[in-house]
C-alpha cells in the first residue's frame, strides 16, 4: 500500500509517525519542500526574546528519525499537483528542478497554511516580514539587530508574543490592529484592557483601531507603517494578521470552505474516500457551535494527524472536535481561554450571558496570593458552558483546559458548581473557583427565571429552573 504525505510539519509529522507505527507494511514517501521538519513555530518569539537559546531544540522529529520509522522523506521536494482521479502528484525538487510523477493508494494532505499577506502599498520593500517557519525566525532574528523601531501588525497572539519579545530586546515597539482591542478573538473587553495596560506598563505601545493602509520605505527598506488614521515610524514590520490553507492542490477536486479550508469528518476523511488530511490545511468542529470553522492551532494539527494513522483504512477513532482553547504568558500576566467569548457568542446569535469571579489565587492567611479574573459564558437557557476566560499573576492557566473538557462534554453551569475539585490552601480554596463560576451563573440564571417568571414566583433560588 503506498501512501503519500505531503508537508511534515506537526500534522504531517503526526499522521507520519502513527501511520507506521499501525501499518508497519504501507510504503510512506512524504513530500516537504522545507529543508527540515517539525518546526515549532511557538518557539519563534522566545527564541526572538532571547528565551530560547538554541534554536535547534525547536525541532522534534528529524528525516533519520522517520528514516528509522522505514519512511522516505523527500526534504526540498514540493508537490505541484495532484490528480485525484487518477491517483498521482507531479512532484518537483527545488535543488534540481527536476520534475516527476508519482502515485498513491492513500494520499495524507497536511500541507497546512501560509501568513495572510494584504495587497497594499509598499507591501514589497525589504524588512517587511513574515511570522511562520525556521526560515522566518531566522530572517526576523537577523533584522532585527539593526532595528530600532519595530512594528508588529495584527494583535493576536503571534503579534503579541512578538511584541514582547522585541521589547525584551529593548526596540521601540507598536503593535497595530484594526480591531479596537488585542486579542478581541479570545477574550472580552475587562480581559483585553488589563492585557493593554500590561503592555502600556512595559512600554509597549498599541494603535489599536488603526487600519494599515500601505508602506512607505527609503531605499527599498521599509521605514514608515501608514494607517488611515497617521503613521509609524518602522525600521523591521512584522506581518501577523493571520493565516489561509494551502490547499490550492486540491482545489475543485475535494469539499472545501470558502477560505479553502478542506473539510474533513470525524475520521480524517475528506470528500475523496483515498485522500485524508489533518491540521491547518483542514477546517475543524468547534463544539460550542457545532460548525465547521477555521482555527489553526498545532493542538489541532497533531491530533488530527495522528487520527489519521488511526483512521487510514477504516473509521476506528473519533475526532472530539475543538474549543479552540489557548494560552498566553504576556509578561507576569498568564492569560487562556477556550471557546467562545461572550461578544463573540453574542455576534453568532447565540442567547448567552456571562458572569466575571474576581478572587484571590488562594486564601489570604497564606503569605501571598494574587488576584485572579475569571469569566465564564453559558447559554442563557439551557446553562450550557460556551467558554472561559482566566486571567492571573499566578499560573492558573489550566482552569482554561478544564473548562475545554466541560465545553466538549457538554456540561452545564450546573455540572460545573458541584464538580469535585480538590482543596489544598497552597493552591486554592474550599470551593474552587470554576465551582464558584457555576454557581455564579446558576444565581444569575435563578435571577433572570425569576425576572421572567409572573410577580408570585419571583424568588431569585439557586438552580431554579431546569438545566438541559
Ligand atoms: C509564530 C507562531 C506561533 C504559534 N504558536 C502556537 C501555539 O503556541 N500553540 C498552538 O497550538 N499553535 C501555535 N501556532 C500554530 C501552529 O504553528 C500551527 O497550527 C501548526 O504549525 C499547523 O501545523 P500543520 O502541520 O497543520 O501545518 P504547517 O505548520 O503549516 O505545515 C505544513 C507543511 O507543509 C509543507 N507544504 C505545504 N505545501 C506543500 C507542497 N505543495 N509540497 C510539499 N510540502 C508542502 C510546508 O512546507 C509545511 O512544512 C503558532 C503559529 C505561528 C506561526
Redesign the pocket.
Known amino acids: 500500500m503506498k501512501i503519500a504525505v ?8 503526526a499522521a507520519v509517525k502513527t501511520i507506521a507505527a499501525e501499518h508497519p507494511q504501507a510504503e510512506i514517501t512524504v ?4 529543508d527540515n ?1 517539525s ?4 518557539g ?2 522566545l527564541h526572538v526574546g532571547g528565551v530560547v537559546k538554541d534554536p535547534d531544540s525547536l525541532f522534534y522529529s528529524r528525516p533519520q528519525q522517520l528514516a528509522e520509522l522505514g519512511v522516505t522523506t523527500r526534504m526540498l ?4 499537483q495532484v490528480d485525484t482521479a487518477a491517483k498521482t502528484l507531479a ?1 518537483r525538487s527545488l535543488e534540481t528542478g527536476e520534475e516527476f510523477m508519482d502515485s498513491y493508494d492513500k494520499l495524507v494532505v ?6 495572510v499577506v494584504p495587497r497594499m502599498d509598499g507591501i514589497g520593500l525589504d524588512n517587511i516580514q513574515l ?3 525556521y526560515f522566518h525566525a531566522k530572517e526576523i532574528i537577523s533584522r532585527s539587530k539593526e532595528a530600532r523601531r519595530v512594528a508588529v501588525i495584527g494583535a493576536g ?2 503579534g503579541i ?2 511584541a514582547e519579545a522585541f521589547r525584551e530586546l529593548g526596540k521601540e515597539v507598536v503593535l497595530l490592529d484594526n480591531m479596537d482591542r488585542v486579542m478581541a478573538k479570545y477574550l472580552d473587553a475587562e480581559f483585553t484592557s488589563l492585557a493593554e495596560e500590561e503592555l502600556a506598563g512595559h512600554g509597549i505601545r498599541t494603535a489599536l483601531g488603526e487600519m494599515v493602509t500601505g508602506f512607505e520605505g527609503e531605499d527599498g527598506r521599509v521605514r514608515r507603517v501608514m494607517t488611515a488614521g497617521g503613521s509609524y515610524e518602522a525600521d523591521l514590520v512584522v506581518l ?1 494578521i493571520g ?1 489561509r490553507p ?1 490547499t490550492d ?1 486540491l482545489k475543485g477536486q475535494i469539499d472545501m470552505l470558502d477560505n479553502g479550508a478542506i473539510l474533513v469528518d470525524d475520521y480524517m476523511r475528506t470528500s475523496n474516500p483515498d485522500v485524508l488530511a ?5 477546517a475543524v468542529r468547534h463544539n460550542p457551535t457545532g460548525k465547521q470553522a477555521y482555527i ?6 497533531v491530533r ?2 495522528t487520527l489519521v494513522g488511526k483512521n487510514l483504512l477504516e473509521p476506528i477513532v473519533r475526532y472530539r472536535g475543538t474549543q479552540g482553547t ?3 504568558k504576556l509578561f507576569d500576566l498568564n492569560i487562556a481561554s477556550t471557546g467562545m467569548t461572550e461578544e463573540a457568542a453574542k455576534a453568532a446569535g447565540i442567547a448567552a450571558a456571562a458572569v466575571t469571579v474576581r478572587e484571590a489565587s488562594r486564601p489570604e492567611f497564606m503569605p501571598d496570593y494574587e488576584d485572579v479574573l475569571l469569566k465564564l459564558v453559558y447559554e442563557s437557557d439551557s446553562g450550557r458552558i460556551l467558554g472561559a476566560q482566566v486571567m492571573s499573576k499566578a499560573d492558573l492557566t489550566q482552569a482554561a483546559n478544564t473548562l475545554s473538557v466541560c465545553i466538549q462534554n457538554r456540561m452545564t453551569a450546573e455540572d460545573l458548581a458541584y464538580a469535585d475539585f480538590f482543596f489544598q490552601p497552597h493552591y486554592n480554596h474550599p470551593w474552587n473557583l470554576l465551582n464558584k463560576a457555576g454557581h455564579a451563573a446558576e444565581r444569575q440564571r435563578a435571577e433572570a427565571a425569576a425576572e421572567a417568571a409572573p410577580a408570585d414566583d419571583a424568588q431569585p433560588k439557586e438552580g431554579v429552573r431546569k438545566t438541559a
Open positions: 505531503i508537508g511534515c510539519t506537526h500534522a504531517g509529522t513530500y516537504e519542500r522545507n521538519i518546526f515549532l513555530s511557538c519563534i518569539a521536494h514540493e508537490v505541484v512532484v497536511t500541507t497546512g497554511s501560509w501568513p511570522c511562520k517557519n497572539y503571534i508574543e512578538l501577523c493565516f494551502g492542490l489533518a491540521g491547518d490545511s483542514c489553526p492551532l498545532a493542538t489541532n494539527a488530527m494527524g489557548s494560552g498566553i
